[in-house]
């Protein structure tokens, strides 16, 4: 199987998963108590002016006409409106996703970027400080809940010693990159100044749970990888020690540590979204909250939509990834 | 030949298992989305039209190397994995499609042991679970009624009066009987001291609490009646215990875990659970290729001594050959899929009619001096994949005697060097810059020396057609001239009138 | 069903890690605190005393601003001066705004979180243990439909359908009697300690949150449950298993099932500490069916940051205390037992 | 006397496990001619892999080597190393036991290659056959290129290129010349168009040609002594027999010689000159291959030639060796037999005086030595070792 039809039968499977994501959102809407009608309806409206708010919704419809309207919809990326603001659902929801895209984008670099040499250090420097200190780090790390880190940061940082933010965002960091083009480099530099300044502290709560979580995958990833008998045969045809750790056992122990980060996106999405509440970062997490508080159910819709969607995508980049690392995948 | 054996071979070795054109194909890549990718199921055909005779009381060998379909061939023989073709019958009967119920009496008939001694025992069980599972799942020991119970009563001194003994229907479960009869023998005493109104006290030797014996004082006689006391756990704890020591361990380790036990002794308890349930036939599948030399010695004897005392069939899988020659009456040896040939032990090893028997007696390095001197011709090349096995007959593509065509005069290594080339060809391997720049004649000497005229002119011709990159025009031409039988025909596979099968050309 | 050699390995490792050991004792202190919350709680965790609220830990001061207004020669005048509350012996670790003791609010949150941690991991375990060994044993388009499916669901974040379910379904809570309470255990050891009496008769089991952490968590019990079954069946136990005329129920009943339970032990202690995070952060958010809950007091905390840190810090220490007891439990059994589950598992 | 490349004296590597320790090699002693295939023969569990660990230096923790000397013949390394490390050198020969860690490792290759049973899991799955064998050439390339000879082996090769290298394989620390020379030891070795197959992975090749590209990568440092650990013990017989006889072929014109390792006799029988059989963690019997396998003196040996189902003619019962391998775990070795609780012959001064001793009629040159008190005496009936002495021999648990 070449590594191209790898990646198209992964991306049927995607196409797969997001129907099912799709219908389940379309599912949990039957299964919810209470129905769409009281969310739109005033208190006091008659049943005529009920009957007419569904057969204007299409409720009225059996069941299956609802889902095929539902999914045409879908395909033309009209998800209708929010019944609280009015606004177009889908234009709501794009517009926060940058936002979001920004937080998990920069925690996945602080994540990764941080994690992998700390788990590569405390596995080839074992019972010394330097391996004590990355354990306990990534021990405290992964049972720290990230509300209460971003509190915590807060508080050291915004409240007492004010470096940074406690809540907000100033510019996108693409919006920066557009000052920076119109209004000359200066200001770009300052919009990209504020931008780091607003993102910092929540980039750091979102990245702690994921550095401390690949830091012990990488460690126990590479222990494990240079106790493999194809180590102790690389070492007996006389390779160097940092040939055998890095361009061998490394190698290998990535492609697990690929396939967990995959499987933990969810977990980094979820994560997002405590985190805006927390530092109320104008993105997808917010909009979600609010529209679960509000029963605005098109709004709901449309985040859970994109948020599966996005998932699914970010999965494929990951498969290829996985699959260009370790060939007998693609064989298989 | 008639496709299928006559059903009765020479008198008086009537066949317990008979298995006709067996046939087992792994489907892989068949999911909804290969069939939309467009990449057609592939299967590989691990057995492939296999057929072979067991008879009662022999030990059949299956030997061949990996990938030749012989574990395959054993498990689907017991239904372990459903077959794609083909039938095996059991004292008669079609295995394939019995109905439950008969089903479970063929379990109870025909066993398995295992190779890997680590993975053949629940790591969670312990040793007497392990052996008492058969006999759990099939609720046995069950009393047979065609079994009669019978008492041997010694009475001590001091009682006067006679003494009658009866004994429960269903002693068997406890005591094995011999010969019809479950017999237990039974003593009476007057216990003195007891001041109680019955001093007498019956009590059974052996079998510790599985058995009771009760005396009552029936003013003219006395009357002992033994019962079984035990429960069937316990019982079948206690027949797992006898079975232990019957093959080598000791009873009281019936409490251990395997991972207690050396890779001999799980082997052992492995043969304890196939006991269980009293079979006739037991599929042997590389029972001892995981064990060390002296503990392999321990347990071919073991094997042997049970097959005498219990009249076992063996179908005896391996890949040793000299453990196989010690242990089996008849070997069928299989290659990629197929007998290749079978026959007797001795006449198999002695002289060796299939080139791949021949050839692969001849790989064996022998464990005394003279082996060092020995030249041995190795076969080339590998064995093929099972996905897409060579047409005609499977060996031909390593064969040492592949036949030329009868028109034209060739040695065998120059045959056999065209024969190499031609797969190349048709696998599309060569190189046609290469072949253009060594110029066809000159690679023709390097690549099939020793062969002239006519033959070396054709091989030219085909080798300028790949210079030019056009393959198919190359193959064509050498398919003219050097067609073999070997690869238009399959050889005949089915066992002769004697049960012996030689799948080749040579001797049609 | 844990067989002697798994007890020896867990024994010998023990010995060998300190960590394993502050693991279990950490674990332990929850279970006993959780347990016994009656006895060592200061005050009843949901007392509310307006004129003590906000009062610093021990060791703390805390200062605020006074302003008294008087009528001086018919204006209004206000002078305001700085008054130092400091802390009292009767409240250790501080009282939030509504005047409750954060130290017993903490104690009580313990009960929350170890409930719905455990309970949580059963349901998913159940569920996804009974799924993953079926998709694992039969394979085929069983095997395939289940995993497509599972692939949906871990499409989407823990956190986010968990959120999406509750804010739908809305918040039931079931009211437990406490026993000790409801026998009248505690009041007279209470009153022997000097403490006050008057503890809650029953506390608050946030029913929906535990239905919905079980529902959204299934997921990584079937992953591990099918990857095991699929290795389990090829073992030459289980044909010999079948040789001997087992039924398939049997041979998962018997034989796969006890197999594949150290990899589902260590998955459950990585998701006891994943779902008390998760719950955390739904009472966080304010979608807990109890206010008797950790995440709750942060929430409640936030907003005084400046002012009374205390009332966010101390819960937030309670759970990571109590998360990395879990884990290090977890790390225990894994490095001990070495089931191959390598990052399964999360909020 | 043939010139040994190698002399082993002593040897005696443990291991320190939390059950207790573990004597996996006592004190063994062999000597390893020029251009001659010496054998070890020996049971699962005998020591005979450890051993050949112990010799390149490959024994990871909890083993340590706790002694013992490694005569390797280099008369440059000799040179180079008699005035810093006097007491290594004897002549040309140097015990690479006392060599620094870092000469020890620069032998690996030059001096010692190796392959193992298993060769699917002695390679790197996910990097191509070709270049894991070009990086056997590469290291050599590189330890011969360094001027200062201080044996660095990746000169030129930062630390940021070998980052890269995980992941982007065009940082390779391997040359162009060096990949060139590994399809060349590829067809050295007999693997068909071997340009194509050096791009291919380890789990495309079939078990045959993948051992075959374990020689060929053992060939990259032209070794002195080839180290075989149970070479064909994974293949078929028929693939087998190609492997040996491509051993044969090379042995003979590479000049090297070869430690072969193994439990099949018929092997040892085939390509060996000279075989020591290990039991134990002991070498019990050595000699030439007619001493060992015509007039073996060892009870053990005798048995394991006893349990050997001859193909040519099958004897109607195997004479197998009751009892099983003993528990080398916390066993106190000293001076007694270890095959005495399993011993037909075994004697009362078998608990006593275990020595080895000159064997009898050594049939050539070589001698023939044995670690049992028959070689100087005939079996007496009267002084049988009862079975309850037997059994205290090893304390079994």
């Known amino acids: 199987m070449s590594y191209g039809r790898f990646l198209l039968k992964r991306g049927l499977q995607g196409i797969v998963v997001v129907w099912g994501v799709v219908s389940i959102v379309f599912v949990l809407r039957f299964i919810t108590p209470g129905n769409a009608v009281d969310a739109v309806a005033p208190l006091d409206a008659s049943p005529e002016l009920r009957e007419r708010i569904a057969a204007e919704l299409g409720l009225d419809q059996p069941l299956y006409v609802q889902y095929l309207d539902y999914l045409w919809e879908l395909l033309q990326g009209d998800m209708g409106y929010s019944y609280i603001s009015g606004i177009e659902a889908s234009s709501m929801v794009f517009s926060k996703l940058p936002a979001t895209i920004e937080l998990a984008v920069a925690s996945s670099i602080i994540a990764i970027g941080l994690s992998i040499p700390l788990g590569v250090i405390s596995a080839t420097r074992r019972h010394e400080p330097a391996d004590y200190a990355a354990t306990t780090f990534s021990l405290v790390g992964i049972s720290t809940p990230n509300f209460w880190l971003g509190i915590m940061l807060i508080l050291l940082l915004s409240v007492q010693f004010g470096i940074f933010p406690t809540s907000g965002r100033a510019f996108g960091f693409v919006e920066a990159f557009r000052i920076a083009a119109n209004q000359g480099v200066g200001a770009g530099a300052d919009a990209f100044y504020q931008w780091l300044r607003f993102i910092t502290l929540p980039a750091v709560t979102l990245g702690t749970y994921f550095t401390a979580l690949i830091t012990r995958l990488t460690r126990s990833g590479m222990l494990e990888e240079l106790g493999q008998s194809y180590v102790r045969a690389t070492r007996a045809k006389g390779l160097p020690e940092s040939l055998i750790r890095y361009k061998h056992a490394l190698r290998n122990t990535l492609i697990p540590v690929i396939t967990v980060l995959g499987l933990q996106l969810g977990t980094l999405i979820g994560g997002a979204v405590i985190t805006e509440s927390v530092f109320s970062w104008p993105g997808l997490g917010t909009t979600l909250i609010n529209a679960i508080n509000t029963r605005d159910w098109p709004i709901l819709q449309a985040t859970l939509v994109v948020i599966g969607t996005g998932f699914v995508i970010v999965n494929l980049v990951v498969d290829a990834v996985y699959a260009y690392l370790d060939p007998q995948v693609v064989a298989e | 030949m008639t496709e299928t054996a006559p059903e009765r071979e020479s008198a008086g070795d009537d066949a317990l298992v008979e298995v006709r054109n067996l046939r087992k194909y792994y489907q892989d890549g068949g999911g909804l989305l290969d069939r939309v990718l467009g990449r057609e199921a592939t299967s590989v055909k691990a057995v492939d039209g296999v057929s072979f005779d067991v008879r009662e009381g022999e030990t059949l060998g299956l030997v061949g190397e990996s990938g030749c379909g012989k574990s395959t061939t054993g498990e689907t023989l017991l239904r372990l994995r459903e077959a794609t073709d083909g039938t095996v019958a059991f004292d008669g009967e079609n295995v394939f499609d019995l109905d439950d119920e008969s089903m479970s009496s063929f379990r109870r008939r025909a066993q398995i042991v295992f190779q890997d001694p680590f993975s053949s025992l629940d790591p969670r069980m312990t040793v007497g679970a392990i052996v008492a599972e058969g006999m759990r799942i099939h609720g046995l020991p069950e009393s047979d009624p065609t079994v009669a119970t019978a008492a041997e009563l010694t009475v001590g001194d001091g009682i006067d009066r006679t003494v009658e003994v009866s004994v429960a229907e269903d002693l068997d479960r406890v005591v094995d009987g011999d010969d019809g009869v479950a017999r237990v023998s039974v003593t009476v005493r007057k216990d003195e001291g007891a001041d109680d109104e019955t001093p007498y006290e019956a009590s059974v030797d052996g079998y510790g609490d599985l058995l009771g014996a009760t005396v009552e004082d029936r003013d003219t006689d006395l009357h002992v009646e033994v019962t079984v006391t035990g429960s069937a756990n316990a019982i079948r704890k206690k027949r797992a215990g006898d079975l232990l020591e019957r093959v080598g361990l000791s009873a009281d380790q019936v409490d251990r875990y395997p991972h207690e036990f050396s890779g001999g002794q799980r082997q052992r308890v492995g043969i304890a659970r196939a006991l269980a349930l009293d079979p006739e036939f037991i599929v042997l599948d590389e029972p001892v290729s995981a064990l060390d030399v002296s503990v392999q010695a321990q347990v071919l004897n073991l094997l042997d001594e049970l097959q005498d005392e219990f009249g076992l069939t063996y179908l005896f899988i391996a890949h040793d050959l000299s453990v196989v020659r010690h242990i089996c009456d008849r070997v069928a040896v299989m290659y990629l899929g197929r007998v290749a040939e079978l026959g007797p032990t001795d006449e198999i090893f002695e002289n060796p009619d299939h080139p791949y028997t021949e050839a692969l007696l001849e790989s064996v390095p022998r464990a005394e001096v003279a082996e060092q001197g020995r030249r041995v011709a190795t076969l080339a090349g590998d064995v093929p994949s099972p996905r897409n096995p060579p047409s005609g007959c499977r060996f031909r593509t390593r064969c040492p005697k592949v036949i030329p065509p009868d028109d034209i005069e060739i040695e065998q290594a120059a045959f056999r060097a065209v024969m190499n080339l031609r797969e190349e060809i048709e696998a599309e391997n060569l190189d046609p810059d290469e072949v253009r720049a060594a110029d066809p004649a000159a690679y023709r000497k390097e690549e099939v020396p020793g062969i002239a005229g006519e033959n070396a002119g054709v091989v030219d011709e085909a080798l300028e057609a790949v210079a030019d990159g056009d393959f198919d025009t190359a193959a064509e031409t050498l398919r003219d001239r050097f067609e073999t039988v070997c690869e238009t025909t399959p050889p005949d596979d089915s066992p002769g009138g004697d049960g012996t099968v030689v799948a080749c050309h040579l001797h049609d | ?347 | 006397m043939a010139d040994e490349i190698l002399k082993v004296r002593d040897l005696t590597t443990r291991f320190f496990t939390e059950e207790g320790q573990v004597n996996a090699v006592e004190h063994v002693d062999f000597d390893v001619r020029d251009g001659e295939v010496f054998g070890i023969v020996g049971e699962s569990g005998s020591g005979k892999s450890v051993t050949a660990l112990s010799l390149i230096d490959l024994v990871e923790t909890p083993g340590r080597i706790v002694e013992g000397e490694v005569w390797y013949r280099d008369a440059d390394l000799a040179e180079e190393h008699r005035d810093s490390h006097p007491e290594a050198v004897d002549g040309d020969y140097v015990d690479v036991r006392q060599l620094p860690e870092a000469t020890r490792r620069w032998l690996r290759g030059p001096a010692f290659a190796t392959i193992f049973q298993d060769p699917m899991s002695s390679l790197n799955p996910s990097i191509t056959v070709g270049e894991q064998i070009a990086e056997a050439v590469e290291v050599q390339r590189r330890a011969r290129a360094n001027p200062r000879r201080t044996r660095s082996r990746t000169q030129g090769y930062g630390l940021g290129r070998l980052i890269a290298g995980t992941v982007l394989p065009s940082q390779g620390y391997v040359s162009e010349e060096s990949k060139q020379r590994a399809v060349e030891l590829l067809e050295r070795v007999g693997i068909p168009d071997p340009e194509q197959r050096a791009e291919e992975y380890p789990h495309e090749f079939s078990g045959g040609m993948l051992q075959r590209a374990m020689v060929a990568q053992a060939l990259a440092g032209e070794p002195d002594v080839l180290i075989a650990d149970e070479p064909t013990t994974a293949l078929d017989v028929t693939i087998q027999a190609q492997i040996l006889n491509l051993l044969t072929e090379l042995q003979e014109e590479e000049d090297m010689s070869v430690v072969l390792i193994t439990h099949n006799l018929g092997v040892i029988a085939r390509m060996c000159q000279r075989v020591g059989v290990m039991y134990a963690g002991e070498v019990v019997e050595r000699g030439s291959l007619e001493d060992v396998f015509e007039n073996p003196v060892h009870p053990y040996t005798e048995g394991l030639l006893g349990s050997i189902p001859d193909i040519e003619d099958p004897a109607p019962r195997l004479s197998p060796i009751e009892g099983n391998v003993p528990s080398l775990l916390d066993a106190e070795m000293g001076e007694k037999c270890y095959f005495a609780d399993r011993c037909p012959k075994a004697m009362t001064s078998c608990l006593t005086d275990i020595e080895e001793h000159e064997a009898p009629a050594a049939t050539d040159d070589t001698d023939h030595l044995v670690r049992c008190i028959l070689a100087d005496r005939e079996y007496d009936e009267s002084e049988a070792l009862g079975s309850a002495a037997k059994q205290g021999v090893i304390s079994d648990d």
Not at chain 3, 182 to 201: C, E, K, Q, Y
């Open chain 3, 1 to 347: 069903m844990i067989s002697p050699r798994t007890l020896r390995n867990l024994r010998k490792e023990l010995r060998s890690s300190a960590l394993a050991k502050i693991g279990i004792v950490l674990v332990l202190a929850m279970i006993l605190i959780a347990a016994f919350a009656p006895f060592i709680a200061l005050h009843n965790p949901t007392n509310q005393n307006l004129d003590e609220n906000n009062l610093p830990p021990m060791g703390f001061s805390r200062t605020t601003e006074e302003t008294t207004s008087e009528m001086v020669n018919g204006s209004l005048e206000l002078t305001n001066e700085t008054v130092y509350v400091n802390a009292s012996a009767s409240h250790p670790m501080g009282t939030n705004s509504l005047g409750q003791d954060v130290y017993s609010r903490a104690v009580y949150g313990a009960r929350t979180s170890m409930m719905v941690g455990v309970l949580g991991t059963l349901l998913a375990a159940v569920l996804g243990v009974s799924v993953g060994l079926v998709a694992g044993f039969y394979r085929g388009r069983v095997d395939d439909a289940l995993m497509r499916f599972a692939d949906v669901s871990l499409a989407f974040p823990s956190l986010v359908l968990a959120i999406a379910l509750i804010g739908l379904w809305g918040r039931a809570a079931v009211d437990v009697p406490d026993p000790f309470v409801v026998f009248g255990l505690v009041d007279p050891v209470r009153s022997a300690l000097g403490l006050p009496t008057g503890m809650p008769d029953s506390f608050v089991l946030p029913g929906t949150v535990i239905v919905v952490v079980g529902l959204v968590n299934w997921v990584w019990f079937a992953r591990i449950a099918r990857g095991e079954a699929l290795s389990i069946r090829e073992e030459e136990y289980v044909k010999a298993a079948r040789a001997l005329g087992a039924s398939d129920a049997r041979i998962i009943g018997r034989h796969v099932l006890p197999n594949a339970t150290t990899p589902i032990l260590v998955l459950a202690t990585i998701q006891v500490a994943a779902i008390i995070l998760l719950e955390s952060s739904l009472s966080f958010l304010g979608f807990s069916g109890t206010t008797l809950s950790w995440g709750f007091d942060i929430s409640q905390g936030r907003a005084y940051l400046s002012t009374a840190w205390w009332i966010a810090t101390v819960p937030g220490l309670a759970i990571v205390l109590a998360v990395i007891g879990v884990n290090l439990v977890g790390d225990w059994l894994r490095d001990a037992l070495d089931p191959g589950i390598e990052g399964e598992g999360g909020v």
